[in-house]
């Protein structure tokens, strides 16, 4: 089964936001294989978004990551990564369909509630960023044999 890493960001725990992204990624039948609650470092937000280093937005990006305790998860499923990035929606909020936790929850993408990893490839980089596999269950769900053919 696929992995794919969801960072439930600081606005969204300061909104209350918390269950209520929790509740769309379980609804979904995607299965929560790993989770905690943390203040990321400034070290740890730098590698994550290393691939935005020379944009204008970075230094503000890091400080808004790195503002407040988010909630960092591995999430586990049938084609997770590009199902995840469809349940966030468009990193723009203005562009995010509704239904979309960032069509319902956002209004700029300076403040846009979640991240998803974008492929397969970010996702094996971002888990191991954010994770060691000892805090990573493995572990079968009985729904599994609904979800799946
Ligand atoms: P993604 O989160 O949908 O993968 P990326 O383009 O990888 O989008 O950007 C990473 C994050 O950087 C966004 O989710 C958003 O928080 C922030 N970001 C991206 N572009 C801008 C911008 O133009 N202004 C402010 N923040 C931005
Ligand atoms: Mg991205």
Known sequence: MERTYVMIKPDAVQRGLIGNVINRIENK????SALRMN?????????????????????????????????????????????MRAINGATNPVEAAPGTIRGDFAIE????????????????REIAIHFSEDEIAGYTKIDETCLYE
Not at 29 to 32: A, E, N, R, V, W
């Open 39 to 83: 203040v990321i470092s400034e070290e740890t937000a730098t590698e994550h978004y290393s691939e935005h280093k020379e944009r204008p937005f970075f230094p503000s990006l890091i400080s808004y990551i790195t503002s407040g305790p988010s909630v960092s998860m591995v999430i586990e499923g049938g084609d997770a990564v590009k199902i």
């Open 29 to 32: 039948g995607l299965k929560i």
């Open 109 to 124: 993408t300076g403040r846009n509630i979640v991240h998803a990893s974008d492929s397969v490839e970010s996702a094996e």
